[in-house]
């Protein structure tokens, strides 16, 4: 049975589209349409009921769907082992990195990684929300706090803080807080995950616990944006030392209430189960962990 058939078949499942999978992979849809053909006939069975308005699994497509995806992921599995006895780290790694940190930060020790082990390649997934890693075509993500579901395979990176950060130009326009009350009466920037804004800011000092709602004119969904508005000097934002470390070092951010301590969040390297905790996701979990401890986070 051919591999890249059953490579098509599961492209087909998670997006109900053989045109849209055949652009995923390059083909034609007359030649995906054909293959699929073929592996029902190999199968003596139909995979999916087709309309005009929807493409949809039949219940003897679920049911092979479940044995497919563990047969590619074993292939793939013996595939890597081999190279990790060989010494070498190869294969595709299937990763999520959140926008601010992955982007500005991370990508560039994954390049330096590649670079390291040239017989690895990378497919990226950049954002702050994970729906799914079947329906994301992700092996592993790199994600602030641990993972609500206990069945997942997860790492922890690292522990960070955050901060209360703003530009010189804000700070000149509208002063300085000098306690975190004072942050009601400034305009702060929002950051939003789903259908949830992240405005209840909570900071520390000795042993008193302030716990502060606060307001703005923006909120985002992508924590990139939300540090971009702040060294722009649209606000004042509450977020993690890793993501502005560098931005404070070259005079685009400036700390504020440096007295006053966050709660730390953890980093997590999170895989869906242990068949993804592959030698090259052991490989990037030590990497991270080396390059996170350099940075500062603890």
């Known amino acids: ?56 699994l039949t219940p003897e497509g679920e049911h092979f769907l479940m044995f497919c995806r563990q047969s590619l992921a074993a292939l793939e599995e013996g595939k890597t082992s081999l190279h990790a006895i060989k010494g070498k780290i190869s294969g595709e790694l299937r990763l999520s990195l959140p926008s601010d940190l992955g982007r500005n ?33 992700v092996d592993v993500a790199l994600r602030y706090g ?17 901060l209360i950060i703003a530009s010189p ?19 702060c920037l929002i ?31 992508d924590a990139d944006i939300v540090r971009r508005w702040a060294c722009a000097g649209k606000g004042i934002a509450f977020k993690s030392s890793l993501d502005v470390t ?15 301590r966050s709660r730390p969040v953890g980093l997590w390297l999170v895989c869906p189960t242990r068949k993804q905790v592959t030698p090259s996701v052991l490989l990037l979990r030590d990497y991270l962990r080396e390059k996170i401890s350099a940075l500062g986070g603890n």
């Open 246 to 260: 560098q931005d404070i070092n070259e005079g685009r951010l400036i700390r504020l209430l440096s007295d006053y």
């Open 191 to 221: 950051y939003r995950l789903g259908n949830r804004a992240y405005n209840n800011w909570e900071l520390a000092k000795q042993d008193k616990t302030f716990k502060i709602t606060v307001h703005g004119d923006r909120e985002c969904d």
């Open 1 to 56: 049975m051919n591999t890249d058939d059953l490579e098509l078949f599961t492209r087909i499942a998670d997006c109900s589209s053989i045109t849209a999978s055949a652009e995923q992979l390059g083909l034609s849809p007359a030649t995906a349409s054909a293959a699929l053909k073929r592996l029902e006939k190999q199968l003596d069975t139909q995979l999916f009921i087709r309309s005009t308005r929807q493409l949809r």
């Open 105 to 137: 930060i991370v990508v560039p020790w994954i390049d330096e990684l590649m670079i390291k082990h040239p017989e690895l390649s990378l497919k990226l997934n950049i954002g702050d929300h994970l729906s799914d890693f079947y329906l994301d075509r």
């Open 169 to 187: 130009a804000y700070i000149h326009r509208f002063g300085e807080p000098q306690t975190p009350v004072a942050l009601h009466q400034h305009n």
């Open 146 to 162: 641990a993972p609500e579901d206990s069945s997942m395979i997860a790492f922890q990176i690292g522990s960070v803080d955050r």
